[in-house]
């Protein structure tokens, strides 16, 4: 029987720090000997998608093939660390829908500290006016009601939440696994 893999969806405003998480985790997955891939939102629209901009409708999208990709792969037994900004709930859920296992987890961290962070520049150029459709400044980011983990990024080092996202992972693949007796 092969086994079942988890889609792991870091979602939070740009410059949370889910890119970060999602590579330092993928390594100390490999670590432990799991097949592990990461999808991160900007290396995606790059390589795979460049004709999506940042309309709703085009995030809505960027989200719902970023989700049947992960899903894809978490059916070939891969735990799938995505950094997505997705910032829409209904698309986050349509994400969700696409995997057998799910692991919504909210990467918390303050607009100010975000804005700090940006070492692309882009919260500068939204508040400059020279980027609409923002996230976080004229585009809304709906947070997840009910995430399955909270990584406080701008209170814990990426050490101690990657130990935190390990440990719900563990105990996510320890829980029967769909159409599997317990």
């Not at 670590?31 to 891939?37: C, H, P, S, T, W």
């Not at 795979?48 to 990709?69: C, I, M, T």
């Not at 709930?89 to 692991?103: I, K, N, T, W």
């Not at 814990?156 to 996202?165: F, G, N, P």
Request: net charge negative.
């Amino acid at each position: 029987m092969t086994s079942v893999g988890t889609v792991v969806w870091l979602t939070g405003l740009p410059s949370a720090g889910k890119s970060t998480l999602a590579r330092a985790t993928a390594t100390r997955a490999r670590e432990q000997g799991r097949a592990v891939a990461v999808l991160d939102g900007d290396e995606l629209r790059q390589a795979l998608w460049p004709d999506l901009g940042f309309s709703k409708a085009h995030r809505d999208e960027n989200v719902r093939r970023a989700g049947a990709l992960a899903g894809l792969l978490a059916a070939q037994g891969l735990v799938v660390l995505v950094a997505l900004v997705s910032p829409y709930r209904s698309a986050r859920s349509v994400a969700r829908g696409q995997a057998a296992r799910f692991l919504e987890v909210f990467v918390s961290c303050s607009l100010s500290v975000c804005e700090a962070r940006d070492v692309k520049g882009l919260y500068a150029r939204a508040r400059a006016g020279e980027i609409q459709g923002m996230t976080g400044i004229d585009d809304p980011y709906e947070a997840p009601t009910a995430p399955e983990l909270v990584l406080r990024t701008e209170e814990w080092t990426v050490a101690e939440c990657v130990e935190r996202l390990m440990a719900a992972l563990v105990e996510l693949e320890a829980s029967s696994a769909p159409g599997e007796q317990a």
